[in-house]
């Protein structure tokens, strides 16, 4: 899906040499996989009706395969494409396929939940890795592309803004967020208007560590007369957090070990720090840190604990913030450290989840692809 445009970003941006024609054979595979995922959105957006529907529908659904059949040759044909197995940028080749396998398995078989679940963890996967360039690289690279698609081919001005945040136009998406904002709150739209404040606030922590203009945006809307009381508290909330933060600047973290000492430990031991929002603001700014540092030290030896503490950042933002990364997070940190400590930890943590996901069966209705997941990565372990 769209990830293959990070691929070819990564190519052009990458230290190593590529000459010419691998430039262009990137750009040919950027602009395939792009052409198709425009066409996957909205499924990806949708709630789960929409994919129920291609149960009645045989043309929208063979559509919608033969998109996911492009994507998934496209990714397969970029397997030379030594710097997606870098840890930072996993999961990798290797995981978006497995994703979309899995996502064609289950359209085929019409197990839409189930396909719903992975198109948004295949979102999420363009997203991670999207946040973690500059958009110089993104505008060189894919710039053309993304110009095709304009403001009338959405439905809102939210749905747009959602388009521009993930191929990381964030200073763009910024704009349509507030305009949705605005007008959620004249309208009371609140499926609106707190994702518009999640995306907005993350631009300017977790993705540019812009603690004034985070604190600009807290300030006006925390002055809109007809703001919902639950973002009211949301807003207080933020602006505590972003306080003990007013200081901070990334550049200067000379200690990941340090970081994560001070910020993140025992948030993972008592969940209901996290649980309510209390902590976000750490969140946001902590996933940046780790994200970045991993993708700059890519044979660190605190791989899998960043994996691990990453995955907790991402339980609590990918409800709200963006959609979840953090199991993806947990199995990469058993597949590629499996005799590191953090793997059973890893491993505990991804099946708590997994099991917290149907608690409403009691674990009964679990998915045979889920329990298989299970099995597999519980062999990994040394």
Known sequence: MKKILMISMLLLQSP?????????EAKVIMDGVYDSFVKVIPYVYADQSKMEGLKSNAGSKQSLLKNLTDISDFFKSARHVEYFQRPGFRPSLE???DQISGTISAVKGDNYPFAHKRLKSLTALCISCHSQLSEQASENTFGNSIKKVKRENFESDFAYGNYLFLVRKFSESEKYFDSALENALKTTNEAELYPSLRRIISIHTKIDFNFKAAQDIIIKFSAAGSLPPLAKTTLVSWEKDLRSWKNFNSKKVKSIDSFIKKNLSGLDSDKSKTAGGEKDITLLIASGVLSKYLNDNPKTKLAPEILYWLSISERRLSNTYFFS???????????????????KK?????????????????????LVEEKQELEKLKRLIK
């Open 325 to 343: 990364l953090s199991d993806l997070y947990l199995k990469d940190c058993v597949k590629l450290y499996p005799k590191s400590k953090y793997a």
């Open 95 to 97: 995981t978006i396929n």
């Open 16 to 24: 190593m040499s590529f000459s010419q024609t691998g430039k262009s």
């Open 346 to 366: 890893c491993y505990n943590e991804y099946a708590d989840n997994i099991e917290f996901g149907y608690s409403g069966s009691g674990g009964t209705d679990i």
